[in-house]
């Protein structure tokens, strides 16, 4: 073999603490290397173009690129290769960076390190063997999980791409966080407005499968073809039948069930359609309200339905469907405020949270549009704001930013003078966060032109008085003690990761962040892919967005998928395991340990025989370290190719 | 059964609060908690030590935990909240091994400083829980309608002092309940009175401490409970400067806990040593049926 090394300066990332040239003169004795370099930026136009020329005027079959990790550029150099005509697994990378010349100060040591890392990609590439990738056929269909603007609009974008969308709601209805909104900021525009037309989209696609009230059971397979199980949870109405009268809501005798959609602003019935613009608007009986599923008589909403549409002994129902693709937008949910002693617990009925507050502000709410104190249905005249409740505060375990809190106050403020032109608003604030388009120019016209106090400092507690709450803090500007006089107080409670989000991400082999965030592929440059192949993300899954960044990356999700299926079949990994079908004994032990399934035992002339499906193995390895023959090998990783790494390392 | 703990009275047990003092000695005692006192204990330094140097306040405590780790008890116990923080305080900086050393050095004696501390408060509630001390109750306290009143540093900072909640603690409410008294929802529970700013900023306790009395009074409280001699000092001998200062006209008792499980207890007077209390707790004691005192002379 001529092999080929080329020691990569990073400008001065490796040769400030890295002897480079050193280390391309050690690699001259290595065997069989032919030739070997330092070069300034191996992954740049020239640097390419020298490795290119250095294959043709040497005649080099292999190449050893010792620079950075190989997650960052093993993509490139393997590319570079085959421009020149090799095969791209006869390429090895030493990586001199993160493991060396980073973490370092020692010149003469970093550079022994480096020499013998690349001593070790020598040995490995002289027992390397060209591979050649097979190809899969594609599913074209993608399942959206999570029915929210952000999931809406990845459907919407791939249904009108010419794809099979499944989108896949945990709640009776789409809409999400969104549709309980009552205005959004910058633009003080109808929340249900500019949302309700595109729930309508949703319904009314010929493209889009709606799955509501249900739930990602089980995730099997890999990206082009993935086996998907969704729980149809028992809403105890058939919905072929129901027309969404609601008559049946009228009527039902059981009227305090949480109410979910208003956040607990009142109560329902225990037959309920969340809101007149759910879709779909089909009726769902919780069943822990009902007086029929509890106790067993009742029935009101069976005697009357007009379509008997009314099923007491439905349950849930498992469906399967094969996609190719998986976008998780499974969105957020909000701090629970009750872990705050100083605000009162939970206990003073007039501390409400900000997504209460929006139920209060919504025309459609438990209101209608009036804000009234919880605890007596008053008007309140002075309404205190109280931001970063759950963000900001490493005491709660939530040191992060929510993002949009700022900004949602300042149009809660807006809104207050708005429905009671009486009215004081007092913000007690960190900092103001908002950098956005027309975002700080939205902060100043709450304050300047629609009065808002705005204080900053922490609360320090909320006392009741007589029908009245004191609000004691700290004003920092000022450097004095503030109390405030308040009807009611909003908690701008933060956002957190969607209950059940750690589970999801276990079931689509994603991985999670310690709050419970998905992890995105690379937090610049891979913002909606994750490490796992085919599945992507949009919106607060991700972490804390607003309404423009989930949008944004809901089309941006969409994108990829259509990227992705813009190609019949798929290009397989060809690192994947491989029988050595004379040394297996048939024990099976490899079938037991697999993670992915990807192995099924078959018969040879009466013997059996383990036998790996290709596109299914993810070259994990976990089988070639539990075959007790040594008969199963994973391909670029073999038995051979590691120990001649160690050889080279440990020579006595 | 019988526990054997260490006893820590404080300074001020020996004058300001020696109703606090004889009180807890006396119910302890009819509750199966049995008091040794530390021999030779110092005082533990109060704020102006630890305001000054946490060295010198941390020699001081630790004096005092060394003597009692030489006894043969379950941990220290002390009624005083301030006291307590300066034992605790004193027992987690000790952990530090450079710190640690530097005290020994300083006492000339070995500390350990892992004994359990805690407030005579929280060892009634933990070891025989409300509900036990119920059973007891010869004479409820039906009819008395009290607000607790924690004071600021019972229960905070929470890490250190590490029993019930620091923003609305509810161990004095439920022993107070379980009483038969009528415990009120106060809302200043763990507001500071002032503590011994009274000395060099009257008008900050007097403004402090005066609104602690304006809501009980609101809430149509009979009495205040209190667990600190800080707290009941400012709010029961201060009670006149505080009415001068606020032109208001309070005559609000201010009991020690301890005090009036005494009396529910059915202990003797010279138990309670309830003549000591400036604000004379005649009527209040008269809506439990108690026998009404002679006002104590001021």
């Known amino acids: ?652 | 059964m019988t526990r054997q703990y260490a006893y820590y009275p404080g300074c001020s047990a020996m004058g300001s609060s020696i109703e606090y003092d004889i009180s807890t000695r006396a119910l302890c005692k009819s509750l199966g908690v049995e008091l040794v006192d530390i021999p030779d204990w110092n005082c533990c330094g109060s704020t102006p030590a630890h305001a000054s140097d946490h060295l010198l306040s941390a020699s001081l405590v630790a004096r005092n935990l060394a003597i009692a780790e030489s006894m043969d008890v379950e941990g220290i116990i002390t009624p005083c909240p301030s006291c307590l923080k300066n034992l605790k305080t004193t027992s987690l900086r000790m952990q530090r091994k450079g710190f640690h050393e530097k005290v020994e050095h300083i006492v000339e004696r070995p500390v350990r400083a892992d004994l359990p501390i805690r407030s005579v408060l929280q060892t009634v509630i933990e070891h025989c829980s409300p509900e036990a001390i119920a059973e007891h109750v010869s004479k409820p306290l039906k009819g008395l309608k009290v607000v607790p009143y924690y004071g600021c540093i019972m229960n905070r900072p929470p890490d250190v002092m590490t029993f019930d909640d620091p923003e609305n603690p509810t161990s004095l409410d439920r022993l107070m309940q379980a009483l038969g008294a009528e415990v009120l929802p106060f809302p200043h529970k763990v507001d500071c009175c002032g503590a011994s700013l009274g000395l060099v900023r009257r008008e900050l306790v007097t403004r402090l401490s005066g609104r602690i009395l304006d809501t009980a009074a609101s809430l149509g409280a009979d009495a205040i409970v209190t667990a600190c001699p800080m707290c009941q000092m400012n709010l029961d001998l201060r009670q006149n400067q505080i009415n001068r200062a606020n032109g208001t006209q309070h005559r609000m008792p201010i009991f020690y806990y301890t005090q009036l499980a005494g009396l529910a207890l059915g202990q003797h007077e010279s138990c309670l040593r309830m003549d000591k209390l400036c604000v004379s707790p005649a009527r209040a004691l008269q809506q439990v049926g108690a026998p009404a005192q002679e006002e104590p002379a001021r």
Not at chain 1, 174 to 190: E, H, N, S, W
Not at chain 1, 391 to 405: A, E, K, L, Q, T
Not at chain 1, 612 to 626: D, I, K, N, R
């Open chain 1, 1 to 652: 073999m001529n092999i080929g090394v080329f020691v990569c300066h990073c400008g001065s990332n490796i040769a400030g603490t890295v002897d480079t040239e050193k280390v391309a003169e050690a690699a001259r004795s290595f065997p069989d290397v032919a030739f070997a370099t330092d070069t300034m930026y191996a992954c740049s136009e020239p640097g390419q173009a020298g490795i290119i020329d250095a294959i043709k005027d040497y005649g080099l079959d292999g190449i050893v690129v010792a620079s950075c990790t190989p997650r960052m550029h093993e993509a490139t150099f393997r590319k570079t290769l085959e421009r020149a005509g090799l095969n791209k697994y006869l390429f090895e990378m030493a990586n001199i960076r993160e493991h060396v010349s980073w973490i370092g100060k020692d010149k003469e040591l970093n550079t022994n390190k480096a020499a013998e890392l690349v001593q070790m990609a020598v040995a490995k590439l002289r027992n390397n063997t060209e591979l050649h990738a097979g190809e899969f056929e594609i599913n074209k269909r993608v399942m959206v999980i999570g029915g929210g603007v952000a999931g809406i609009q990845a459907a919407l974008d791939c249904a009108d791409g010419g794809l099979q969308v499944i989108l896949v709601e945990r709640e009776s209805t789409i809409g999400g966080k969104m549709a309980k909104l009552d205005k959004t900021f910058p633009t003080v525009d109808c929340s249900s407005c500019i949302l309700g037309p595109r729930m309508v989209d949703v319904a009314q696609h010929p493209n889009i499968t709606l799955y509501a009230m249900s739930e990602v059971e089980s995730v099997n397979g890999f990206v082009g073809n993935f086996d998907v199980s969704i729980r149809k949870k028992a809403t105890y109405v058939d919905w072929e039948a129901c027309t969404g009268c609601g008559q049946c809501m009228e009527k039902c005798p059981s009227k305090k069930a949480e109410d979910r959609f208003n956040e607990g602003v009142g109560t329902t019935t225990a037959i309920n359609i969340p809101f007149p613009q759910a879709i779909p608007k089909k009726a769902v009986i919780n069943a822990n309200a009902c007086i029929m599923l509890s106790k067993g008589k009742c029935g009101a909403c069976a005697k009357l339905c007009p379509t008997q549409a009314i099923r007491f002994e439905q349950q849930d129902e498992i469906v399967q469907e094969q996609v190719g693709a998986i976008i998780a937008a499974t969105g957020y949910d909000l701090f629970d405020h009750t872990l705050y002693g100083e605000y009162g617990g939970g206990r003073y009925p007039d501390v409400i949270t900000s997504i209460q507050y929006e139920r209060l502000l919504s025309a459609s709410g438990p209101t209608g549009g009036h804000i009234k104190r919880p605890s007596d249905g008053r008007e309140p005249k002075n309404i205190v704001f109280i931001q970063c409740v759950g963000s900001r505060d490493p005491s709660v375990n939530r040191p992060y930013c929510s993002g949009f809190c700022c900004m949602y106050t300042a149009k809660q403020a807006i809104l207050t003078k708005d429905h009671i032109p009486d009215s004081q608003s007092h913000v007690f604030y960190m900092d103001i966060r908002s950098p956005g388009k027309l975002y700080d120019e939205f902060t100043r016209r709450a304050m300047e032109e629609y009065g808002a106090r705005y204080i900053r400092g922490r609360v320090s507690t909320i006392q009741p008085r007589d029908g009245y709450y004191v609000v004691k803090g700290a004003d920092t500007i000022m450097g004095s003690q503030v109390e405030v006089k308040a009807d009611l107080v909003v908690l701008a409670v933060g956002a957190e990761a969607s209950k059940g989000a750690g589970a999801l991400a276990e079931k689509l082999r994603i991985s999670y962040d310690g709050y419970g965030f998905f992890m995105e592929g690379h937090p610049k440059l891979k913002p909606v892919e994750t490490n796992t192949a085919g599945v992507y993300l949009a919106g607060s899954c991700q972490g804390p967005k607003d309404i423009p960044a989930s949008v944004a990356q809901g089309s941006a999700a969409a994108s990829k998928v259509q990227a992705l299926f813009s190609k019949d079949k798929l290009a397989s990994d060809p690192q994947v395991s491989s029988v050595a079908i004379q040394r297996c004994v048939g024990c099976a032990k490899c079938e037991s340990t697999c993670p992915f399934g990807a192995i099924e035992m078959t018969e040879f002339r009466g013997m059996p025989k383990a036998s790996v499906v290709e596109t299914v193995c993810q070259g994990c390895g976990v089988c070639a370290v539990t075959c007790p023959q040594g008969a199963i090998q994973l391909q670029h990783f073999t038995d051979n190719q590691i120990l001649a790494e160690v050889n080279a390392l440990c020579p006595y």
